[in-house]
């Protein structure tokens, strides 16, 4: 059975989610915050595998157009380190408002600032897998 991680892969912070058994949904997981290029490869490398990840996802972002942008360029080059790293399979989500839409519920549950942080990329990251994971179960993969 496929088992999905997805990474909201931010330049501070990586946002990490993992799909329900069944790949109906996803949960956030956790947030890591970044230490350097290396060691943040080696550290998504080791927390797909604890969580048996079968297939990766990683958001891309995307200007509002859909057109890329310069912080896509950095996490393709992330992502391109990743594929090195890893004989998992890694695709690409688009990422588009999750980060927004991840706030707002943060906010609307009353979270103060300073603890969103600790949070929101974590929950940005099960905004993209859900997407994917839509998608997929919409096509019958």
């Given at each position: 059975m496929e088992r999905y991680v997805a990474f909201?892969?931010?330049d501070k912070r990586i946002g990490v989610a993992i799909s329900d058994p069944f790949n109906s949904?996803?949960?956030?997981?956790?947030?890591?915050?970044?230490?350097?290029?290396k060691e943040d490869v080696s550290a998504l490398?080791?927390?797909?595998?604890e969580k048996g990840a079968t297939v990766i996802v990683c958001g891309l972002p995307l200007n509002f157009d859909g057109t890329e942008a310069v912080q896509t360029e950095k996490t393709r080059r992330f992502i391109d380190a990743l594929r090195a790293a890893t004989t998992v399979p890694i695709v690409?989500?688009?990422?588009?408002?999750t980060t927004k839409m991840a706030h707002e519920v943060l906010i609307s549950e009353g979270m103060r600032r300073e603890k969103r942080k600790n949070y929101v990329d974590a929950l940005a990251a099960a905004n993209i897998?859900?997407?994917?994971?839509?998608?997929?179960?919409?096509k019958g993969v």
């Open positions: 909201d892969i931010g949904y996803a949960l956030p997981s956790q947030t890591y915050f970044r230490k350097g290029f490398v080791k927390i797909a595998a690409c989500g688009d990422e588009r408002f897998l859900d997407g994917y994971l839509n998608a997929i179960n919409k």
